[in-house]
């Protein structure tokens, strides 16, 4: 069985950074690709950024230049740096695990596991 724990969430004011942990169980971490997705309030989950197993990285056109996604396969993490913030930013951060393509932006049905999801919330 396959767990997901997303860490480093927190209130932040706008223009600050965080960097989020998702440390992951159950499977052969350096085999599936990885990604974070983010619900606001009142809002669909939507994509936020994906690497996959061969740490090829895809983002958001919301959050391009700001966040970068990146994986230590030694320690079963996947981390989520997130720099210049801004209240459209707040949400709860989800990470994902399962996804099996080299590249490309997947979509929430490419990954099997979830985290149970760390909030993010930026002041203005």
């Known amino acids: 069985q396959v767990q997901l724990v997303e860490s480093g969430g927190g209130l932040v004011q706008a223009g600050g950074s965080l960097r989020l942990s998702c440390v992951a169980s159950?499977?052969?971490?350096?085999?599936?690709?990885m990604a974070w997705f983010r619900q606001a309030p009142g809002k669909e989950r939507e994509f936020t950024a994906a690497i996959s197993y061969i740490s090829a990285t895809s983002y958001a056109d919301s959050v391009k230049g700001r966040f970068t996604i990146s994986r230590d396969n030694a320690k079963n993490t996947v981390y989520l740096q997130m720099n210049s913030l801004t209240p459209e930013d707040t949400a709860v951060y989800f990470c994902a695990s399962g996804w099996t393509a080299v590249a490309g932006i997947p979509s929430s049905r490419h990954f099997d596991s979830w985290g149970q999801g760390t909030q993010v919330t930026v002041s203005s």
């Open positions: 159950g499977r052969t971490f350096s085999r599936y690709g």
